[in-house]
């Protein structure tokens, strides 16, 4: 059973370009979380999407924004890339209301790189 | 808001012993739960184990448990019989235990990184 895959691995970009990440979910999870993790830091909530809406939105600009398409698979886009957008980007699955029993799975993240 | 503290950047073990990792968080909520995660080299956040705040029997999942405190709001992870694998950052995260609104999100803390000395 495959868990959360996304892509790609590592990413540079220069700065004022725009960005697209993926993440497919694990098999049978129906909500996808973002977070970005600074080095050295925790990982910090973007938002979360579930039935193809976002749900809940963290601390971020409107320059990052998200999508989630029927098969529950879902892209983070960053725009006007500043340096410090940098980090590591974590996406999490999940089932609804079942996220304690069920667990969220990770995947091994997207390394961008602004420069 | 809630937040999760971790006092401890960095934290080392002789292999085999014994090491606690400390996590306090500050909520106004009584319905929680809390986790802990380990991240290695890999990056990928792998589960620990994880607590209900109703629950007051402590988790315990094989050589990882838990001494979890609600009313000093502190959540801390005991790892027996350290080995070389166990070397990693280790976060805390707090999640609400409300349906509905913002309440799936976790919160993690700045992590704790653990190295086991041979």
């Known amino acids: 059973d495959a868990g959360v895959t996304q892509s790609p691995t590592h990413l540079i970009k220069t700065r004022g370009q725009q960005v697209t990440l993926r993440c497919s979910p694990k098999?049978?999870?129906?909500?996808v979380s973002w977070y970005q993790q600074a080095l050295g830091q925790g990982p910090q909530f973007i938002f979360q999407y579930y039935e193809e809406e976002e749900r809940q939105r963290g601390n971020f600009p409107d320059r990052f924004s998200g999508h989630q398409f029927p098969n529950y698979s879902s892209e983070l886009n960053v725009n006007a890339l500043l340096l410090g957008d940098s980090a590591l980007y974590l996406c999490?699955?999940?089932?609804?209301?079942?996220?304690?029993?069920?667990?969220?799975?990770f995947g091994s993240g997207t390394r961008l790189t602004v420069v | 808001a809630q937040t999760v503290t971790q006092s401890q950047p960095e934290m080392s073990v002789q292999e085999a012993e014994t090491v606690t990792l400390s996590c306090t968080y500050d909520t106004s909520e009584s319905d929680y739960y809390l986790f802990w995660y380990k991240q290695p080299p890999s990056r990928q956040m792998i589960l620990v184990i994880r607590?209900?705040?109703?629950?007051?029997q402590n988790a315990t999942e094989n050589r990882f448990s838990v001494n979890f405190q609600k009313a000093a709001k502190s959540f801390s992870l005991k790892i027996s019989d350290s080995q070389l694998g166990d070397a990693a950052m280790y976060f805390c995260a707090y999640r609400s235990g409300r349906s509905g609104g913002s309440n799936y999100k976790l919160t993690f803390g700045k992590g704790t990184l653990l190295t086991v000395n041979p």
């Open positions: 098999s049978g999870h129906d909500t």
């Open positions: 607590q209900e705040a109703y629950k007051q």
């Open positions: 999490a699955s999940s089932v609804r209301d079942r996220s304690f029993n069920y667990g969220y799975t």
